[in-house]
T-cell receptor, first 109, second 114 residues
Framework: KNEVEQSPQNLTAQEGEFITINCSYS?????LHWLQQHPGGGIVSLFM???GKKKHGRLIATINIQEKHSSLHITASHPRDSAVYIC???????????FGTGTSLTVIP | DAGITQSPRYKITETGRQVTLMCHQT?????MFWYRQDLGHGLRLIYY???????DKGEVPDGYVVSRSKTENFPLTLESATRSQTSVYFC?????????????FGPGTRLTVT
C-alpha cells in the first residue's frame, strides 16, 4: 500500500471549471507538498504546507492534519493548467519524501 | 547558469554497461536527492545526501552508486545497467532537512537500457 494516495488519477475539465485534486496519506508527516509536472517533464513545487490553507493566484491548497488529507483546488481553470499534479509528504522522521502517483489534468478550451 | 542541471538529458545504453548521470546545483544546498520516475509508481527515492561525503540509501538503491565529493555535485552511477533501470531520473536539492524546505528539481534524464 502506498503511503500517499491521490484521486482522481485522470481528470478532464472544461476551461473555467473549478477543479479539486485529493491526496490522502497514512504516515506522520512534517509537511505536505504539491508539485506540478508539465509535459516535457519539468517538476516545480507549488506549495509546501503543514497546516491550514495556502493560496497562490488561482491555486489553493488545504490540509487537514487530523484526517490526513489535503486538497489542491484550481479556480477558473485554463488550458495552461494541463499538467500532472503530484502530492508528496515528508515524514516526521528521516529525510525522505514519499510521492503519490500523480493526477493527470487536461483542461479543454 | 544558476539552478540545478542534469546531464545528459537523454541516454541510450546497452545492458551491462556502466552509466553515470550528472547533477549540479549552484545554490550550495546541503541536501541532494536522486529519484526515478516510472509509470504507475510515481517518484521513488534512490539515494540522498545530507552534505559532502554523507550519503544514504532511499527506497530503491540496488544497482546504483552515488558519491558526493563536492557540495554542488551528486553523480549517480549505474554500475552494470539493466533493462529494469530504464526510467526517467530526477535530481533534486533542498536547503533544509527532511520536509522543512522545498525541493528543487532538475530537468530529468531519460535513460533507455537496451
Amino acid at each position: 500500500k502506498n503511503e500517499v494516495e491521490q484521486s482522481p488519477q485522470n481528470l478532464t475539465a472544461q476551461e473555467g471549471e473549478f477543479i479539486t485534486i485529493n491526496c490522502s496519506y497514512s504516515v506522520g508527516i512534517s509537511a505536505l507538498h504539491w508539485l506540478q509536472q508539465h509535459p516535457g517533464g519539468g517538476i516545480v513545487s507549488l506549495f509546501m504546507l503543514s497546516s491550514g490553507k495556502k493560496k497562490h493566484g488561482r491555486l489553493i491548497a488545504t490540509i487537514n492534519i487530523q484526517e490526513k488529507h489535503s486538497s489542491l483546488h484550481i479556480t477558473a481553470s485554463h488550458p495552461r493548467d494541463s499538467a500532472v499534479y503530484i502530492c508528496a509528504v515528508s515524514r516526521n522522521t528521516g529525510n525522505q519524501f514519499y510521492f503519490g502517483t500523480g493526477t493527470s489534468l487536461t483542461v479543454i478550451p | 547558469d544558476a539552478g540545478i542541471t542534469q546531464s545528459p538529458r537523454y541516454k541510450i545504453t546497452e545492458t551491462g554497461r556502466q552509466v553515470t548521470l550528472m547533477c549540479h546545483q549552484t545554490w550550495s544546498h546541503s541536501y541532494m536527492f536522486w529519484y526515478r520516475q516510472d509509470l504507475g509508481h510515481g517518484l521513488r527515492l534512490i539515494y540522498y545526501s545530507a552534505a559532502a561525503d554523507i550519503t544514504d540509501k532511499g527506497e530503491v538503491p540496488d544497482g546504483y552508486v552515488v558519491s558526493r565529493s563536492k557540495t554542488e555535485n551528486f553523480p549517480l552511477t549505474l554500475e552494470s545497467a539493466t533493462r529494469s533501470q530504464t526510467s526517467v531520473y530526477f535530481c533534486a536539492s533542498s536547503d533544509l532537512a527532511g520536509g522543512s524546505g522545498e525541493q528543487y528539481f532538475g530537468p530529468g534524464t531519460r535513460l533507455t537500457v537496451t
